[in-house]
C-alpha cells in the first residue's frame, strides 16, 4: 500500500496571553490509502488541532510553525490559500463531533448538502437535489427525499450524524477526518455509524484518520493506530501489535485501562494528567507520569525507533530488540 | 407556532392590526382617501369635524383626513427606504468587521462610534440642512444615523456565530469567507434584526415628522404628519384643535405600533423564552 498521506514533523503553536502552548509538537505519522488510522489520546494532547491542522485550518493565535503535509504527492503547507480551498471538502473532508452543532441551525439537511455539489462541481440546483437523495441512501437514511427538506434539530443525533457523513463523502474526498463522530451517541448507534465509516471507507477507496479516546473503537475498525500524549505521537503501529505488546508505558497504561469483562484483571486508570503544553520541558513530555522514568528521559526527547515491522515507539525506557535508532 | 403567539397578546395583536390598517390604507391613499389632499375648498376652510370632512379641514379648505392618509404614504416610505438602506449597509459593515476582525474592525467600529458621538436627531438636522430638504436627502439622513445601530448589532452576532462549529464545518469544505458570512452565518443573524428593524421603524418615522416639524423634513405642498402638526399648532390658540391633534394622533399610534410589535417580537425570539408560554 502506497502512502495517501505523510505527514514529517508538524508543529502548531498557539499564542496566548499566557505564553506559547505548543500543542502539536513535530508529530510525524503516515496514511495509507484505503486504510483507517486511529488516533487515541487523552483530551487535550492534540488530536483535533492535528486534523485541523492537515486542512490548514488553523486559526489565529494558532499557527503552523513547520512541517510537511504531503498529500497525494503535493505538500499542502507550501499551497496557496486558493489551492488549499480547491482541496477542502474535495480530497480531504472532515466530520465533526457533535454533528448537531456542526449542521447550520438555519439551512435544511438536504440543502446543506447539495450545496456542496454546486460549490465545487458546478452542478445545478436540481442536479445537486437529486444527487443528494442518493447520498442520503447511502449513508442509510430512511426517507431521504423527506429527510432532505427537515432541518437539524428535527433529526435525531445518529441521523444528524448520518447527514454530516453524506456530506463529507459527497464529493467523494480520498482522505476522510473523523473527529470523535461518535461522542454524544449511544452505544448502538455509535457502532451503527462506525460500520458505516468502515464499509463507506472500504467501498470508495477513501482513508480515514479517526481520532477518538476509545481504544475500543480503535480495535474494532481502525487498521492501525497512532497513540498522541501531550502534542506528540509516542507510538504508531499495526492496531494487532500494538494490543497485543504495547512498547510505550503509555500506551501500556492505556490499554491497562480499558475495563475488560472476559478477563479478571482490574482497570487501572493512569496517574496525573496531560502536562501543561506551555513551556514543557526538554526531554519526554511523559517523564512525570512515568513509571519506568530514566535519567535520560528529563534530559533528551525520545526519538521514534522502529521497534517491529509494523510498529515504531518514541521511549527511551522501552525495550526494543535490536532495532537501529531512527532520527 | 410563534405567529401564534404574536397575535395571541391582544396588545401586540391590535399594534399589528394598526400597522396593517396604516400600510393599506398608505398603499391605496388615492382610492381610499375621499378628497384630492391639494385640492383647496374656498368654500370650507377651517371647518370643524363634520359628516362631510372627519377631520375637518385647513385654512385653505383642504381636507384633513386625505392629507392625514397621503401623509403616511410619504412617512411609511422615507422610514422604509431608510430603514432598508440603513439595515443592508450597517449588516454589510457589521458582518465584515465581525468576521474579518483585526484592522477592518476597528476602522469600522471606530467610524460608526464618531457617528454615534453625534445625537442622532442633530446629526439629521445637520444632514438635511447641509444637503437641502428633498425626499431623498431625509431618507439618507436617517439611513446614516441608523446604521451603527445594525453595524453594532451585527457585529456582535459575528463574534459569536463565528465560533460555531457549523462556521467551521462550513470552513472545512472550502467555501471562501464571503460565502461563509452571507450563506451560513448572516442567516442565523436574522432574528434581532427583525426586531432590531421593526423598533427602529418607529423610530424613523418619529425622525421624519421630527425633521419636517421644524421644517428640515418633507416641506409642503406635500402633506407629512409633523409638518402638518406644525402648521396645526399655530391654531391651537384660536380652538382649531383638530388641525394638530389628528396628525399627532397618527405619528403616536404609529410609532406606538411598530414598537409594541418590537418588543414583542424580540420577547419571542430571545431563545430564554423559548418554549415559555
Known amino acids: 500500500m502506497t502512502d495517501l498521506l505523510e505527514v514529517r514533523d508538524l508543529t502548531v503553536h498557539?499564542?496566548?496571553?499566557?505564553?506559547?502552548?505548543?500543542?502539536?509538537?513535530?508529530?510525524?505519522?503516515?496514511?495509507?490509502?484505503?486504510?483507517?488510522?486511529?488516533?487515541?489520546?487523552?483530551?487535550?494532547?492534540?488530536?483535533?488541532?492535528?486534523?485541523?491542522?492537515?486542512?490548514?485550518?488553523?486559526?489565529?493565535?494558532?499557527?503552523?510553525?513547520?512541517?510537511?503535509?504531503?498529500?497525494?504527492?503535493?505538500?499542502?503547507?507550501?499551497?496557496?490559500?486558493?489551492?488549499?480551498?480547491?482541496?477542502?471538502?474535495?480530497?480531504?473532508?472532515?466530520?465533526?463531533?457533535?454533528?448537531?452543532?456542526?449542521?447550520?441551525?438555519?439551512?435544511?439537511?438536504?440543502?446543506?448538502?447539495?450545496?456542496?455539489?454546486?460549490?465545487?462541481?458546478?452542478?445545478?440546483?436540481?442536479?445537486?437535489?437529486?444527487?443528494?437523495?442518493?447520498?442520503?441512501?447511502?449513508?442509510?437514511?430512511?426517507?431521504?427525499?423527506?429527510?432532505?427538506?427537515?432541518?437539524?434539530?428535527?433529526?435525531?443525533?445518529?441521523?444528524?450524524?448520518?447527514?454530516?457523513?453524506?456530506?463529507?463523502?459527497?464529493?467523494?474526498?480520498?482522505?476522510?477526518?473523523?473527529?470523535?463522530?461518535?461522542?454524544?451517541?449511544?452505544?448502538?448507534?455509535?457502532a451503527q455509524i462506525l460500520e458505516l465509516l468502515r464499509d463507506l471507507g472500504r467501498r470508495t477507496g477513501a482513508s480515514i484518520l479517526l481520532i477518538t479516546h476509545d481504544l475500543g473503537v480503535v480495535a474494532e475498525v481502525c487498521d492501525r493506530v497512532a497513540v498522541m500524549h501531550a502534542g506528540q505521537i509516542v507510538e504508531v503501529g499495526a492496531v494487532r501489535a500494538i494490543f497485543a505488546r504495547p512498547l510505550h508505558p503509555y500506551t501500556q497504561a492505556l490499554v491497562r485501562s480499558i475495563p475488560r469483562i472476559d478477563r479478571d484483571v482490574t482497570m487501572e486508570p493512569i496517574p496525573g494528567m496531560v502536562p501543561s503544553l506551555l513551556a514543557p520541558p526538554p526531554g519526554c513530555r511523559y517523564a512525570d507520569r512515568c513509571p519506568r522514568v530514566l535519567d535520560v528521559c528529563r534530559r533528551d526527547r525520545p526519538a521514534p525507533r522502529a521497534a517491529a515491522p509494523d510498529q515504531e515507539v518514541a521511549c527511551h525506557a522501552a525495550e526494543v530488540e535490536d532495532a537501529p535508532a531512527r532520527g | 407556532m410563534r405567529w401564534r403567539r404574536l397575535t395571541r397578546n391582544r396588545l401586540s395583536f391590535g399594534a399589528l392590526c394598526v400597522i396593517l390598517a396604516v400600510t393599506l390604507t398608505s398603499l391605496l391613499a388615492p382610492w381610499v382617501a375621499p378628497y384630492d389632499p391639494d385640492n383647496p375648498d374656498a368654500e370650507a376652510t377651517l371647518a370643524s369635524v363634520s359628516m362631510r370632512h372627519p377631520l375637518g379641514t385647513d385654512v385653505y379648505g383642504r381636507d384633513q383626513l386625505s392629507r392625514v392618509i397621503h401623509a403616511g404614504r410619504i412617512d411609511l416610505l422615507v422610514a422604509l427606504c431608510a430603514t432598508a438602506i440603513a439595515l443592508t449597509l450597517g449588516s454589510a459593515l457589521g458582518a465584515g468587521a465581525g468576521y474579518r476582525g483585526g484592522w477592518v474592525d476597528q476602522l469600522v467600529m471606530r467610524s460608526v462610534d464618531a457617528i454615534m458621538a453625534f445625537p442622532a436627531f442633530i446629526l439629521a438636522m445637520a444632514i438635511t440642512a447641509a444637503l437641502g430638504n428633498s425626499i431623498a436627502n431625509v431618507v439618507a439622513a436617517i439611513a446614516i444615523t441608523h446604521v451603527p445601530i445594525y453595524t453594532r448589532l451585527i457585529r456582535g452576532e459575528m463574534l459569536r456565530v463565528r465560533e460555531t462549529e457549523y462556521a467551521e464545518a462550513a470552513r472545512t469544505v472550502g467555501n471562501r469567507p464571503h460565502q461563509i458570512v452571507l450563506y451560513h452565518l448572516l442567516p442565523n443573524c436574522v432574528p434581532p434584526l427583525v426586531v432590531q428593524a421593526t423598533l427602529a421603524m418607529g423610530f424613523a418615522i418619529l425622525t421624519v415628522a421630527a425633521l419636517s416639524f421644524i421644517g428640515l423634513g418633507i416641506h409642503p405642498p406635500q402633506s407629512e404628519w409633523g409638518q402638518m402638526t406644525a402648521e396645526g399648532a399655530g391654531y391651537v390658540v384660536s380652538g382649531e384643535w383638530w388641525l394638530v391633534l389628528f396628525p399627532g394622533f397618527a405619528i403616536m399610534l404609529t410609532v406606538l405600533a411598530f414598537n409594541l410589535v418590537g418588543d414583542t417580537l424580540r420577547d419571542l425570539l430571545d431563545p430564554r423564552m423559548r418554549g415559555v408560554r
Open chain 1, 14 to 190: 498557539f499564542d496566548t496571553e499566557a505564553g506559547l502552548v505548543e500543542a502539536v509538537d513535530g508529530v510525524t505519522f503516515n496514511v495509507r490509502s484505503g486504510e483507517i488510522l486511529g488516533v487515541v489520546g487523552e483530551s487535550g494532547s492534540g488530536k483535533s488541532v492535528t486534523a485541523l491542522a492537515l486542512l490548514r485550518l488553523i486559526r489565529p493565535p494558532g499557527r503552523i510553525v513547520q512541517g510537511a503535509v504531503r498529500f497525494e504527492g503535493t505538500d499542502l503547507v507550501g499551497l496557496s490559500e486558493d489551492e488549499m480551498r480547491a482541496v477542502r471538502g474535495t480530497r480531504i473532508a472532515m466530520v465533526f463531533q457533535s454533528p448537531r452543532t456542526a449542521l447550520n441551525p438555519v439551512l435544511t439537511v438536504g440543502r446543506q448538502i447539495s450545496r456542496l455539489f454546486e460549490l465545487h462541481q458546478g452542478a445545478s440546483r436540481a442536479e445537486g437535489r437529486t444527487r443528494t437523495i442518493g447520498m442520503l441512501k447511502l449513508v442509510g437514511i430512511s426517507e431521504p427525499e423527506r429527510r432532505a427538506r427537515q432541518y437539524a434539530h428535527q433529526l435525531s443525533g445518529g441521523m444528524c450524524q448520518r447527514v454530516m457523513i453524506a456530506m463529507a463523502l459527497a464529493t467523494s474526498p480520498r482522505l476522510l477526518l473523523a473527529d470523535e463522530p461518535t461522542t454524544g451517541l449511544d452505544v448502538s448507534i455509535a
